[in-house]
């Protein structure tokens, strides 16, 4: 089986078009393309996006419970109540602000890498990397092999996505959930004969060994 790889395109849709007329080219020899994710470019500016982690450590360490609260509730609370501290409250709005302005910006980037990725000819699996948020789901969960195992002529593929470093502008409410012991179960369960990963395996590019 051929197979091409991709990753890191980071918003830049005109690459991602060069790959998909090199695929159309070669349809015939090429049976999956498979990308390690990180789609989308940086939505927010660095000073947006310390306002924005400053918002919601201030919101998270001014209100305690015995309860694990959801921050999205907490969020609406604070947005919709009279009663709120100002401060408060004036934090609820930057965060609220800043994670919709990140919302706007990922959806259209998400929205128009979609577009090309449709144009594929061959079997495409994708999984979403550090810098992808929840949204990734919404544009490409059809092609998704994040924490699933799909076998296909006759070659077994798994995927797990993300890990490694979070970057500053994605909002801590957008993060994708994932953990190095939930990556290393799923290949030791499903041991595939292709692992889609974004961090690289071990020994590669490893910072403290």
Request: charged fraction near 25%.
């Amino acid at each position: 089986m051929k197979l091409l790889h991709i990753s890191d395109i980071h918003g830049n849709k005109d690459n991602l078009e060069i790959v998909l007329n090199i695929a159309q080219a070669k349809h015939k020899d090429i049976e999956v393309v498979a990308c390690s994710g990180d789609l989308i470019s940086s939505c927010l500016s660095v000073e947006e996006a310390k306002k924005m982690h400053s918002a919601f450590g201030f919101i998270k360490r001014s209100i305690k419970s015995d309860q694990q609260v959801p921050f999205p509730d907490l969020l609406n609370f604070l947005l919709s109540s009279s009663k709120a501290p100002s401060e408060l409250k004036k934090a609820a709005e930057d965060y609220s602000d800043l994670e919709k302005k990140f919302d706007e910006l990922a959806s259209g980037q998400y929205g128009a890498l979609a577009d090309v990725v449709k144009g594929f000819p061959q079997k495409f699996f994708i999984i979403p990397g550090n810098s992808d948020s929840t949204q990734f789901f919404n544009f490409f969960d059809r092609f998704s092999l994040h924490n699933n195992v799909e076998t296909f002529n006759g070659v077994k593929f798994a995927g797990y996505g993300s890990l490694g470093e979070v970057p500053i502008f994605l909002p801590p409410t957008r993060i994708i959930n994932t953990s190095e012991e939930k990556l290393y179960e799923r290949m030791i369960e499903s041991d595939p004969d292709v692992a889609l990963t974004h961090i690289p395996p071990y020994g590669f590019q490893d910072t403290n060994l």
